[in-house]
């Protein structure tokens, strides 16, 4: 890769943006994009030679997947096809200031089915940088479109792409509650449980095969944990009083959750299925809203020390560390896939706003500029914080990347949307 591209990404902003949309028209979701960086890489996107014969083209997908991300600046090479086995005529696309281009083709492979073979090059090189061969049917354009961007993405930035993930969130239209699954462009909204009780912190399971949420339905919290390949589910916490906050331990076998079945909210383990309950940690506080860690630790709410606070334990049990020591509330927290940062919800001059820790430094940075937030949830890779907040009285999803820069809002016609989770890399 040539050193004018690494130089634009160093400058440009690291980030993917979301564009959600649920499967009734009235609870669409638009985007709105309130921020977004400078220094933006060029890259150009030819159309893939046999495209057409599918309802929709795969190059619009992966156009707008670089361009929502915040990280590239789409260059238009007009309508004809490229091919990835014709040389490509790189005087031609340098004129137009890529720095970096696709080209593909579709061919059919039997059984209804087509090849996609694309090659992304650098532009002022005159190298390749990588092909891919993928087989779909039509129908798969759009998880073929999200694979591509994907692939692109990790070799112009040397980071994974989430473009293929999937994130959850609950719906409230009216007295009904809909617990939400969408593509993280916002397509193929699918409805996971729907109740006329409310429906609160969903989180992925670590291999994205399963929700865990707690549900009111049984006129109290309970937690239990969902198989979206078969819609089965069962419960994990249905202890005395309030059972909440569930978190997936690394290795997805075990849950954190708070319960009351002991007197006030405490922190507790169990086993997926519902087995094995054990006390994590004690005090004389409120402990609530556990995190688990990718390094070890749990991380949690507790007002132990007079006000909410951020503090954390090593998963096997043991002594509690505070974590947060600036500003008197501090909740909600985190902790980033690689277990260096932290976002949370702090307090601001009565403004409650998405707010980002690094564990080396100490560091902090607000990264946003709305005052009701809540729920963040990190992208698998790290550069997006998805939120929810709220606007005119209703609740919206939000996104800002790490480093505040980019920033986004989506919203519904009618309805309140809250409780957003994104879920993890696919497995293929």
């Avoid at 014709?86 to 209804?112: M, Q």
């Avoid at 397509?187 to 109740?195: E, G, I, K, V």
């Avoid at 708070?258 to 004690?282: E, F, I, W």
Wanted: net charge positive; glycine share 10%; proline share 7%.
């Amino acid at each position: 890769m040539t050193s004018r591209i690494l130089s634009l990404l160093r400058r440009a902003l690291p980030g993917c943006a979301l564009v959600l949309a649920s499967s009734l028209a009235q609870a669409q979701l638009a985007i709105e994009i309130t921020g977004a960086g400078a220094n933006r890489m060029p890259v150009a996107i030819a159309a893939f030679q046999g495209e057409n014969a599918l309802p929709r083209a795969v190059t619009d997908v992966v156009r707008a997947d670089l361009e929502r991300s915040g990280l590239f600046k789409m260059v238009e090479l007009g309508p004809s096809p490229m091919g990835a086995d014709t040389p490509p005529d790189f005087d031609r696309i340098r004129s137009r200031g890529a720095d970096a281009f696709a080209v593909g083709t579709l061919s059919p492979s039997g059984a209804g089915r087509y090849q996609v073979l694309f090659r992304l090059f650098d532009t002022p090189k005159q190298a390749a940088l990588g092909s891919q061969a993928l087989v779909m049917t039509p129908n798969q354009y759009r998880t073929t479109g999200h694979r591509i961007a994907d692939y692109i993405y990790e070799k112009l930035t040397g980071e994974p792409g989430v473009f293929s993930t999937r994130i959850a969130y609950v719906l409230k239209v009216g007295s009904r509650y809909e617990l939400q699954i969408a593509d993280a462009d916002g397509s193929n909204a699918q409805t996971a449980l729907a109740s006329r009780e409310p429906i609160i912190s969903p989180t992925w399971s670590p291999d994205g095969s399963r929700l865990a949420y707690v549900s009111f339905e049984a006129k109290k919290p309970v937690v239990y944990v969902h198989s979206l390949a078969t819609g089965q589910r069962n419960v994990a916490a249905n202890f005395k009083g309030s059972n909440s906050a569930p978190s997936w331990s690394p290795d997805g076998s075990r849950l954190a959750v708070v319960l009351t079945k002991d007197g006030q909210s405490q922190l507790y383990t169990v086993n997926a299925d519902g087995s094995g309950v054990r006390r994590l940690a004690s005090s004389s506080g409120i402990d609530t809203e556990p995190s688990w860690s990718s390094d070890g630790w749990i991380y949690f709410t507790s007002d132990r020390g007079g006000s909410p606070q951020i503090y954390r334990v090593p998963a096997s049990g043991g002594d509690a560390q505070r974590v947060t020591f600036e500003g008197g509330y501090n909740v909600s927290p985190r902790p980033s896939p690689d277990g260096k940062s932290l976002v949370y919800v702090s307090r601001n001059g009565g403004r409650f706003q998405v707010t980002l820790l690094d564990l080396a430094s100490r560091q902090t940075q607000i990264l946003t500029d709305s005052s009701k937030d809540e729920s963040p949830s990190f992208a698998p890779n790290g550069r997006m914080i998805l939120y929810a907040t709220e606007v005119g009285g209703r609740g919206v999803l939000a996104a800002v990347s790490s480093d505040g820069r980019v920033k986004q809002r989506l919203s519904v016609q009618s309805g309140d949307v809250r409780e957003p989770a994104w879920g993890p890399q696919p497995r293929n």
